[in-house]
């Protein structure tokens, strides 16, 4: 997302930093610049050129052109006006600990409001909620049923009736006494959408507002309609003094210009932001954060948060514990891959990380996601035997795991050797002091062995090169003979 916008930035950056000497005239070029970059991205008119008014104002003040680094100053000036426009941040639901909070969804149609009632369920009762759904679009043909396979996937209880002798306020009524009544201690309203703004619809969601009195009432706005979700949100605001928006669709190619600027238009400050089809693709709103990603200077906040979530602690901790016992097997590494893909596409985890946002779209052959479900599916190719005895894996079995992966012989054979020398370091390293840690798995980082799947797809090619450490390489065949023959002498 915002690719736009952060290309236009860094190129305008570049030019403010070019040449050394900043001038004012320099930096009004180059914000004014930024500003096309902005509206190119459907930022509003506006909205843009206040914001650029603003940074220029700081950027030409005196402090900035007499310091070190003008141009790194400048970017602050412009992180911080970004900030500025998207926040403060409010990622909080305001929830009370005690009695029945209600929570109303509202926004066009299609914008994502059914998938975002059951992120945010899946969220509430991730936090320990105990969240329940009412299906109030009785316009689309279809939505009930929606919502209630979302309930099913959650195992949330979805409140409906049939669409025929009902009305959308009726239905918000009875859920209101149904959720009382089940003891749930939040409810959710799924209202129905409209193609575009209209009176029908703003007297219904009025009607509902003045009945069930929600604590919350959110906008669900589709980011990828830009400057139309904008306009959209002031309508709705005017009508139901919203709480919060949520802006959806913030994955995919984005322009992103409606996240600058829907905070400023309306006032109402963005909760959340659905960056996946998914239902856990929500996460909190942090102005900062999203300042940071437009101007590609990375997530690395965001990323760490993911992993922190997706890594089950107390399964680390034992497999390193195994690893330095020897134990580490294949299993062990498939269970550590799949808690990697658990975190979503490497290519989106890349455009976390400061720098590598350009990489993930720029070198060209490079698919992690597919290197990594080759790995996993060589590994699940084979028994639960070989797994565990890497070593046992002889040229029949190695075929018969190609074919049953549908791979080369060769990218079996490459995987358990990787993973022989990364299990054998881990193990070494488990001895070593801190320092030599930290050599040691530079070493392996710069050998290519913290990424084993990274080499699979160039079987021919590798062939030519030969092994990295050819001398590594005889002492580890030498090793694993002696260890085929002690086997041996223990099986007799
Ligand atoms: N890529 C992406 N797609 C999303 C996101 N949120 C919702 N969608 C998709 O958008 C489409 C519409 O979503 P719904 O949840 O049905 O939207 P709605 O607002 O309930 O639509 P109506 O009930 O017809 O008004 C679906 O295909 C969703 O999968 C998101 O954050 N990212
Ligand atoms: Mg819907």
Partial sequence: MFDGITNGLRSALSVLGRGGKLTESNIRDGLAEIRKALLEADVHYDVATSFIKRCTEQAIGEKVLKSLRPDQQIVGIIHQELCNLMGPADPSLHLRRDGLNKIMMC?????????????LARMLKEQGRRPMLVAADLQRPGAIEQLQIVGQQLDVPVYSEAPGGSSPLKVCVNGLAAAKQAGVDVVIFDTAGRLHVDADLMNELEQIDRKVQPDQILLVCDAMTGQDAVNSAKAFNAALELDGIILTKLDGDTRGGAAISVKEVTGVPIKFIGTGETLDRLEPFHPDRMAGRILGMGDVVSLFEKAQK???????????????EGKFSLEDFAKQMKMIRRMGPLGDLLKMIPGLGGLAATV???DADKDMGRIEAIISSMTPYERRHADRIDRSRRHRIARGAGTDPAD?????????????????????GPMDKMRAMKGMADGGMLNPGSQL????ERSKRGPADP????EKRKKARKEAKKQKKRNR
């Avoid at 926004?107 to 992120?119: A, D, V, Y």
């Avoid at 997706?310 to 330095?324: G, I, K, P, S, Y």
């Fill in 471 to 474: 001398k590594e390489a005889d």
């Fill in 412 to 432: 079996v054979n490459r995987l358990i050797k990787d993973f022989g020398n990364m299990a054998g370091m881990m193990q070494k390293m488990s001895g070593l």
């Fill in 457 to 460: 797809t160039s079987a021919k």
């Fill in 107 to 119: 926004g066009l149609q299609g914008s994502g409001k059914t998938t975002t009632c059951g992120k």
């Fill in 364 to 366: 060209p052959g490079m």
């Fill in 310 to 324: 997706e890594f089950d602690a107390d399964e680390v901790e034992l497999q390193q514990q195994r690893m330095m």
